[in-house]
């Protein structure tokens, strides 16, 4: 286990969070274009059902609409292509109010996740790295004191030795000396670099991350309630057309009714 | 031009027009039916859309059900297999109030045309086949009348030859006689023939061939009533499913207000 690998996991667990995000509105986008698909073709169906019964220019169909029931199925088809016509604005809405706008939306979903992952990746890399020199730091500092302390024990040897020349131990003395100095000199290096990365990690978990998270947050937020908007709009495009539905059928009953047995 | 070509004529035209009624009541059962084939198949695609944007068991889709976007979706999905079933429904209404009773009756409609035609020619040729009876006794009458003429001219002549015996004479006189009672015979049964004929004329006239074409007549009465009947029922029909239709967008649009972006 790494540095920081808990705070990888929550990265990985909301990448992959966030991935199922995109891909819930992308299979979203994908149904209501079938849907509207659906609406077309239908649409279309009825329109060829209403112009094939249409009376033909010059036959005995044409003739006969001077008997009321003809002219009312007439007008029965009339008003069947105008509840085609809605079943195409159904279609269309979709495709414009919906599908459009979350092609659109999707681009900049997918565009706003990279970059937040980005720069989350960036931030941890390098806290990691101000880690591995801190790591490198202490390393340092305890390799200078282990070499000072050595340093003096051949400094204490040479000074309990009588067969040494003066000249020598002091020799010694001042390279202990000097050990000494790097020792001091490390461990004044570490314990700033120390402060340092404390001050780092601090920002990091207290700010960046916290900062990162709650783009994520709101960008999903957001992203939950587009998709809201759009099943509100689904529902919608479909409720719009029922009172023009409506008049159709009631120009189809009104054209019914019409129809007059006696003449 | 035959006795009563004009009648014929009129026969003629009631045959062409009735039969032109019948057409148009299978022309407009074809339609309906045709309608209802188009509800079924978009009823289908709506259902399977539905059905193909269900989760997967055991799937991840299933587990990001606990997502309130992703149940309202399903829910979405529930709602639109309603919404399809009410085309199902309005295709069997369609079947069952119109294309169903009109086949029916266009069997009770054509077999009552039939007897009516047939009704029709029967009293024609009844009548026709008297005309014929009553020229048959006048031109007996007129040859009776013309025989007793030369006979009585025979006689006549007869008398005045002083040459001819008296036995020859009688039996000229025999003749003429026999002969004027055959003639004032004819007289008689063409009189009676042509009084029968006149007052069967009359009721064929006023009473057999009206009776007939009031009965015709109510006859396509009836079929205009029954398309109308079928016109408002195919609006009906449709018009029925509105409010369950609309039912189904509140529960998509409920289902989409339930989303909650902060969970």
């Known amino acids: ?34 849907r509207s698909e659906i609406e077309t073709s239908y649409a279309k169906q009825i329109r060829n059902l209403s112009k094939k019964y249409q009376p033909k220019k010059n036959s005995r169909e044409e003739e006969e609409n001077r008997y009321s029931s003809c002219r009312a199925f007439v007008s029965t088809l009339n008003e069947l292509n105008d509840y085609a ?3 195409e604005v159904i279609s269309e809405n979709l495709t414009a109010n919906i599908v459009a ?4 939306y999707l681009q900049e979903l997918k565009s706003e996740r990279k970059s937040h992952f980005h720069d989350g990746r960036k931030a941890q890399q390098q806290i990691e790295s101000s880690w591995k020199t801190l790591e490198a730091c202490k ?21 309990a030795d009588i067969n040494v020349t003066k000249a020598d131990v002091e020799k010694a003395r ?3 000396q000097g050990r000494h100095q790097m020792a001091s000199d490390s461990k004044n290096e570490y ?14 978990y207290y700010t960046v991350i916290p900062n990162l998270f709650q783009k994520i947050q709101e960008m999903e937020e957001k992203r939950i309630e587009r998709v809201g908007d759009c099943m509100k709009s689904f529902a919608d495009v479909d409720r719009q057309v029922l009172p023009i539905v409506g008049k ?12 007059d047995a006696k003449t």
Chains 1, 2 share one sequence.
Do not use: P
């Open 1 to 34: 286990m790494s540095w920081g690998s808990e705070l990888w996991d929550q990265f990985d667990n909301l990448e992959k969070h966030t991935q199922g995000g995109i891909e819930f509105v992308d299979r979203y986008s994908k149904f209501v274009k079938e």
């Open 85 to 87: 016509g809605q079943h």
């Open 101 to 104: 706008e979350l092609a659109r």
């Open 139 to 159: 390393r340092k500092f305890e390799r200078d004191c282990k070499e000072a302390e050595r340093a003096q024990q051949h400094f204490e040897k040479m000074d």
């Open 174 to 176: 001042q390279q202990a």
């Open 191 to 204: 314990s700033a670099y120390l402060q340092k990365f404390n001050q780092e990690q601090n920002d990091h």
């Open 248 to 259: 159709c059928l009631d120009g189809m009953t009104k054209a019914a009714e019409s129809i």
